[in-house]
């Protein structure tokens, strides 16, 4: 096991590596975007003059790399830097919506990964069995679905039909516990049903593979009970492509809801990135970009420590 | 074709069913200027109207007959759907693999490489990267694969790792063997499952991330119809009762579920074939 | 000295308005002590679901540019220094009094006396000063710096009066004042995103993107307005989330409801949709210095060539008229009505296209999702009538991201869209003058420029009228414009909202729904 601290500070290692390459292309990507902030902000109303003023302004019309390194500069410094859309400080804009995404992602997890492992296992269980069948087909169907359309589904049943929760999710501070929970459960169940599938298929199949293998053959021989050859025996070793896809998923629920905070008008990061993206905001989408870099690569050091941790061959290398 | 026969007579009833659907699926999208009783943009009728003798299944939010725009959906959706899962996978999987068999500096390039590209939000990164290419057809189906094959590139060295670490691929490499022989032979083999798995699904992801980027403003351009955007244009139907937007989503649900019951089926085959 | 008011004698405006049976507005008393029938209740807690904001929005009226921050100013915590009512026409607001010195190159203007800031602070003319050269001065950057040009200098010229001294006549040059973007704020303002004004509610929430909170201002100026207790507007851009919202009652009334679904909307219990007239216009412009555009005979085939009232069918479902290829909207003063519609004709589209020599010419329109609802669509429907009248046609879908950079202005032939400024002058000006930055067909005809400069320093009204009807007669027949249809404003609201006839400059009652409507009960 020694040798994960060295993997792992070599990984962090990397992750800043990852980290300054990704703000370059950031920077490269959006300034490759035609037009840019003033452009974008003046809309009709752009005339060279005023646009040029604007420029100026927001002092876009340094070079490139000027502006990159002032970046650098401040971030390096703690300084985040100021919109340019509006003049506020990113830290202010991004802060509370990071929060609420988490809060978002965080509960969808919590009610989606155990519910598809324990599903994958149970179809796994009772292989090819009618249960099997009707389970992998509903779930197979939600996420047939666009995103939007489970929302929009969900909304009629459950707002318009039966009047149980709410369809504007916007979070207010101050907001009792009671109302929070009230308006996440529509977002949540949105969420839960478009990544649910993903991972229980991928249990399921995971360890109808590793099924066949010879060892559990051998513990079937030696008489063990069904249930505990699929948990002692078929589970520890199917768990790193498990892994894998839950963290994946995972980071999906960060990182890609911005359709769902749409729909319900949650005030999320997705939506602050799009929005920032069409404006050429760059401080913003720096900032919610390396945000989202952050959480990504934190995911993926787990998601490989996890599998490494659960295969004793690989947790003793020869 | 002997075989093929004998294959088919063994196959459960959900397998078959889903054979059926793509098959049938296909050949609609084969023949589509055929079947299609109306243009693909012919707006003939009112906006949204129910079943009628004309239109059996209504018109859209156009006025056009949405019989006809499935039909011609299926061929666009299906086709590029498809194209895309095949680069996504080609790329992805082989990567993985050769990543995970390879090891050492190889690896920790590819792997780096994936990780900046995954880090983005794929939504945006397309976004970004559509906007400066434009929304073509072909640009659209080598994006879009591009930007999936980092999971399955991901999935497919998951799978490798735990693979390339059991005794008979050190016995194969004691053996001298290349590391593509490797990868084909011993590695390929034990992963496909849960490969397999992943292909049904990202078949269902990719069809349903062009819907996505139709939120957007990106994906693929209207008035060719493809059931993600059909789905998407039709929504605000739903407030009202009108089921215009089911069709497509049915048929999207269909397509996928089927998919996956034949993948199931080739789950349920290679298991016992190993066993 | 005769004493002008909208470039028209005193004398006239009074015989107007008497003979149309309307009592005059007197200065002070605002709009409503008119006879209208309804009478507004205080109270209650409204919620309104707004379409048109963005996470990157800025309470600088230098740089709106949707409706969240123009309404969160203009509705809530600030006041324009002129109001628009619903027949196109000033009433006072922060200005009382307004009059031109003869020539009308130089006008006077008197403020309100009584009114306070949200912080105390009370308003004089510095700050009234100052609000409009914010917008005024060499590298400005502010959206609406052209249309301030024409000002050459503003002298204060007392508490509560200013003078300003324009480049050149303008009979119309009040209506400036009751721009959206240009609202009263404190003099020597470095941080707009207080949302500090004179306004009907205070600011005490705005969160760009998500949502604008105000509370009743107990010190208002207007004792007849702002009948809400509290005014919440949330950002909601997904046309299905917002019309959701309103049906099961989580907000009170909406914007852009889809017009697809607005009659269906409309019918359902409790659910009201308010139709107006008005002036969101829909253009197509051609470059004119671009190939086959230069040919005005290729440009009367391209007119002929699309179907007027199917348009209004299929895209604004009947809520709207069709456009004349004229870009002033029937109420607007001046505007040429007797014009005749022009209406599909294929016929003219085969006679033009051969006498402009470019047969088999194939014109690319360029559209986005963005511009507006049903842009693309609209394409899609022109496509289909131009192919049967013997214009070949292409659609061509730009990404909704950059097009106000990269397509429009820019490309041979695209779509836009423009709620039509009050007068006539300010319309041409904008978009039809030579140089003008907003001129999107880039249409110069230096005999137009001369006629645009003389009706608008003109003040004899029978003259006016003429060199207006010149003016749109000529954009009619050879303007690089396309204009086929003109937009109601529709919104929807609960039965429990009340208001009094709407405006229909642009949506929600002009931005003012906030301090102009109540709750019935």
Redesign the interface.
């Known amino acids: 096991m020694d040798f994960l601290i060295p993997l792992i500070l070599k990984r962090t290692g990397f992750a800043f590596l990852t980290l300054f390459t990704i703000s370059i292309l950031i920077f490269v990507g959006v300034e490759a975007l035609p037009g840019d902030t003033a452009e974008a902000i003046l809309g009709q109303g752009a005339t060279k003059e005023n646009v040029a003023a604007l420029r100026k302004e927001l002092k876009l019309d340094m070079p490139v790399h000027t502006r990159y390194i002032s970046w650098l500069g401040d971030l390096c410094q703690g300084e985040l830097g100021n919109s340019l859309s509006n003049g506020r400080p990113v830290s202010e804009m991004i802060g509370w919506r990071f929060k609420n995404t988490l809060l978002l992602a965080s509960s969808a997890a919590v009610v989606s990964i155990p519910l598809a492992i324990l599903l994958g296992l149970i179809c796994a269980l009772y292989q090819n069995s009618w249960l099997d069948k009707i389970l992998s087909t509903s779930t197979l169907s939600a996420i047939s679905l666009p995103e939007f359309f489970v929302a929009y589904l969900l909304i009629v049943v459950f707002v318009v039909q039966f009047e149980l929760f709410p369809s504007v999710a916007v979070l207010k501070s101050g907001m009792a516990i009671s109302e929070i929970i009230n308006i996440l459960v529509l977002p949540c169940l949105t969420l839960t049903l478009v990544v649910l599938a993903h991972m229980m298929r991928m249990t399921r199949a995971t360890i109808i593979g590793v099924l066949s293998s010879p060892y559990i053959e051998m513990a079937r021989l030696k008489g063990v009970r069904k249930h505990k050859v699929i948990f002692y025996h078929a589970l520890p070793n199917a768990l790193s492509p498990i892994i894998n896809v839950v963290v994946m998923d995972l980071a999906w629920l960060v990182v890609g809801v911005v359709v769902v905070e749409v729909v319900f008008v949650y005030p999320g990061l997705g939506q602050l990135l799009v929005d920032s993206v069409s404006k050429r905001d760059i401080p913003v989408v720096q900032t919610s970009g390396l945000i989202f870099a952050c959480t990504y690569i934190f995911l993926n050091l787990t998601a490989d420590v996890l599998s490494i941790i659960s295969n004793p061959k690989l947790r003793h290398p020869k | 074709m002997k075989n093929l026969i004998k294959l088919l007579k063994t196959s459960?009833i959900?397998a078959r069913f889903g054979l059926i659907v793509i098959t049938l699926s296909l050949i609609v999208a084969l023949l589509a200027p055929l079947l299609a009783p109306y243009g693909e943009?012919e707006?003939v009728a009112q906006?949204?109207l129910s079943s009628s003798h004309d239109h059996p299944l209504g018109t859209d939010?156009?006025?056009r007959d949405m019989v006809s725009r499935l039909i011609y959906g299926a061929r666009n959706s299906i086709a590029i759907a498809f194209l895309t899962t095949m680069i996504a996978f080609g790329v992805g999987a082989i990567l993985g693999l050769i990543a995970a068999t390879t090891g050492g500096w190889l690896d920790?390039l590819l792997s780096?490489i994936v990780?900046?590209f995954?880090?983005?939000?794929?939504?945006?990164l397309a976004?970004?990267?559509?906007?400066?290419l434009?929304?073509s057809i072909p640009v659209l189906i080598v994006v879009v694969a591009l930007l999936d094959s980092t999971?399955v590139f991901?999935?497919a060295r998951?799978?490798a790792?735990?693979i390339a670490?059991?005794e008979f691929v050190d016995a194969a490499r004691l053996r001298g063997e290349k590391t593509f022989y490797i990868v084909r032979r011993e590695i390929l083999p034990?992963a496909l499952?849960?490969l397999?798995?992943?292909f049904?699904?990202r078949f269902?992801?990719i069809?349903?991330f062009i819907?996505?980027l139709s939120?957007?403003?990106?994906g693929i351009?209207?008035?060719t119809a493809d059931w993600?955007s059909m789905?998407?244009e039709n929504?605000?139907?739903?407030?009202?009762g009108i089921i215009a937007?089911l069709y497509p989503?049915g048929t999207?649900?269909l397509?996928?579920?089927s998919i996956?019951?034949v993948v199931?089926w080739f789950?349920?085959r290679s298991?016992?074939i190993?066993? | 000295m005769d004493d002008y008011k909208n470039g028209v004698t005193r004398r006239q405006f009074m015989a107007g308005t008497i003979a149309a049976g309307v009592a005059a507005s007197i200065p002070g008393q605002g709009l409503f002590k008119n006879a209208w029938a309804l009478a507004p209740k205080k109270g209650g807690a409204m919620k309104l679901g707004l379409a048109g904001g963005s996470t990157t929005d800025s309470l600088d009226p230098a740089t709106f540019s949707g409706v969240f921050d123009q309404m969160s100013s203009m509705g809530l915590y600030r006041n324009p220094f002129l109001e628009l009512d619903r027949k196109g026409e000033l009433h006072p607001e922060l200005v009382t009094e307004w009059s031109a010195e003869p020539g009308a190159k130089v006008w006077n203007f008197k403020l309100r006396k009584d009114v306070e800031f949200h912080n105390g602070k009370a308003m004089d003319v510095d700050d009234a000063i100052f609000s409009i050269n914010h917008h005024r001065g060499k590298d400005n950057k502010s959206q609406i710096a052209s249309v301030v040009k024409p000002i050459k200098e503003i002298k204060k010229m007392g508490k509560y009066e200013f003078k300003i001294i324009l480049e050149e006549a303008s009979a119309d040059f009040p209506y400036i004042l009751s721009s959206t973007r240009m609202p009263c704020v404190p003099n020597g303002t470095t941080n707009f995103q207080d949302g500090m004004g004179t306004g009907g509610y205070i600011m005490k929430d705005w969160e760009p993107g998500v949502r604008a909170y105000g509370e009743r201002n107990p010190n208002y100026f207007k004792e007849d307005k702002a009948f809400f207790d509290s005014v919440e507007i949330i950002t909601m851009t997904d046309d299905t989330a917002r019309t959701t919202a309103l049906k099961t009652g989580q907000v009170d009334m909406i914007n852009r409801p889809d017009r697809k679904t607005a009659r269906l909307l409309g019918k359902m219990k409790g659910i009201q949709i308010i139709n107006t007239p008005g002036g969101l216009t829909y253009t197509f412009p051609m470059r004119m210095d671009q190939k086959p555009y230069d040919n005005v005979d290729f440009r009367r085939a391209v007119k002929y060539s699309v179907d007027r009232e199917a348009l209004i069918k299929t895209i604004l479902q009947g809520y709207g008229v069709p456009g004349n290829d004229i870009p002033v909207p029937s109420y607007v003063k001046y505007a040429a009505n007797s014009i005749p519609q022009r209406q599909y004709d294929p016929d003219k589209v085969k006679f033009h296209l051969k006498k402009s020599g470019y047969q088999d010419e194939v014109v690319r329109l360029h559209v986005a999702d963005m511009v507006y609802t049903g842009c693309v669509d609209t394409a899609q429907l022109w496509k289909e009538h131009a192919t049967k009248a013997g214009l070949k046609m292409d659609v061509v879908k730009e990404a909704n991201d950059g097009y106000w950079s990269k397509v429009w202005n820019k490309k041979p032939f695209c779509a836009s869209f423009w709620y039509a400024r009050p007068t006539v002058d300010w319309i041409l000006s904008m978009t039809y003058v030579s140089g003008a930055s907003a001129n999107e067909s880039n249409w110069k005809v230096p005999s137009f420029d001369k006629l645009v400069k003389e009706a608008r320093a003109e003040l004899n009204d029978e003259k006016r009228k003429v060199l207006y009807f010149e003016l749109q007669k000529i954009l009619h027949e050879d303007g690089s414009v396309v204009i086929p249809m003109i937009a109601n404003i529709v919104d929807a609201a609960s039965d429990k909202i009340g208001f009094n006839p709407v405006a229909g400059n642009v949506e929600l009652d002009g931005l003012r729904a906030c301090e102009r409507w109540w709750f019935k009960s």
């Open positions: 459960p959900s943009s707006i906006v949204w939010q156009l006025g920790n780096r990780d900046i995954m880090a983005f939000p794929t939504l945006i976004l970004m990267i559509l906007s400066i434009g929304t999971r991901r999935l998951a799978l790792m735990d670490i059991m034990n499952p849960a397999i798995a992943e049904g699904l269902c992801f069809f349903l819907s996505s939120f957007l403003g990106l351009q209207p008035p993600g789905v998407r929504s605000g139907a739903i407030n009202f937007p989503a999207i649900a397509i996928t579920v996956n019951l199931d789950l349920q298991a016992q190993r066993a």
